[in-house]
């Protein structure tokens, strides 16, 4: 593998926005350390140590006090380093599993117990998991009985093909990153409108994390103006994240700025408490 990048600011901006008490960061990843979790041979990318120790000093430092980890691909299959720190975070961190599509139900089951709320796969290129759409379905009739969801990322071209076949799904299903638009096309675009027709449906979510990956450049105004517009559309469904450490990126954003941005995404406080408290604790179901 290639030399480890860095893919966080390890001293963000301090933040002007103040968050509300129980607010959460439900989309974010641990990377290692290596030495104790190590990365998957089939990993895109080889990335500096990002454990579960600098995550918790970060949200420390923003008044973050709740948060989803997601598996990553660097970790591939193996959630060892999500189970770690779901178990240090004291049921204030819960997980979202990589896993492959023909898992077994005794795993399903055991991750569940482990603090695990739903299972992830991947349709963005190069970062494909070799699942269909069809078979990541067909697996949610296991994960019902469980109460996991689905959680998927792809992109934004690929809203049409995989909208039918994902409103098939016997769980909720939520979607990363705004689905990864452009966000330079606007709110009118073709894309943006059947994300958004995908969201008329209860059993859809989005998280309006990545404004900084839908845009060319900070301060991020297109993916703001999106992300503002579905939590207006879709208050009660809509999730915030970071996504530190920012992997397969094309710059390392601020995550305190990101967390400014909070205040044009959700410029109530009844509108920033649904986005970071309301909404993650009744999907989540965080210990009260």
Aim: proline share 8%; with cysteine; aromatic share 8%.
């Amino acid at each position: 593998m290639s030399k480890a990048v860095l893919t966080y600011m390890r001293q963000p901006s301090a933040t002007r926005l103040v968050l509300p008490p129980g607010a959460c960061d439900a989309h974010v990843h641990v990377f290692g350390p290596a030495a104790i979790f190590p990365f998957s041979p089939d990993s895109a990318i080889t990335p500096a140590d990002a454990p579960k120790e600098t995550l918790f000093a970060l949200h420390r430092q923003l008044g973050i006090t709740r948060c989803v980890i997601v598996q990553s691909l660097v970790h591939g299959f193996d959630n060892t380093v999500v189970e770690d720190a779901i178990r240090a975070g004291g049921g204030r961190y819960l997980g979202v599993a990589l896993v492959p599509h023909d898992v077994s139900d005794a795993e399903l089951q055991r991750l569940r117990a482990a603090g695990f709320r739903g299972v992830r796969f991947n349709f963005m290129p190069p970062l494909g998991q070799g699942a269909s759409v069809q078979q990541v379905v067909a697996l949610t009739q296991r994960l019902a009985p469980l109460g996991l969801h689905l959680q998927v990322h792809f992109d934004g071209s690929l809203i049409h093909e995989l909208a039918p076949v994902l409103r098939q799904s016997a769980v909720p299903v939520v979607i990363d990153h705004m689905a990864r638009l452009d966000a330079t096309l606007g709110e009118n675009h073709a894309d943006f409108r059947a994300l958004c027709a995908l969201l008329e449906d209860p059993r859809f979510h989005v998280k309006l994390s990545g404004v900084d990956r839908v845009s060319p450049a900070a301060p991020y105004a297109e993916g703001v103006a999106l992300a503002r517009r579905l939590l207006q559309e879709f208050p009660e469904r809509c999730f915030w994240g970071t996504d530190w450490p920012h992997p397969n990126h094309h710059h390392v954003p601020d995550d305190g700025q990101l967390v400014d941005l909070l205040a044009m995404i959700a410029p109530t406080l009844p509108a920033l408490e649904a986005l970071l408290v309301h909404n993650p604790q009744h999907f989540y179901s965080f210990e009260a």
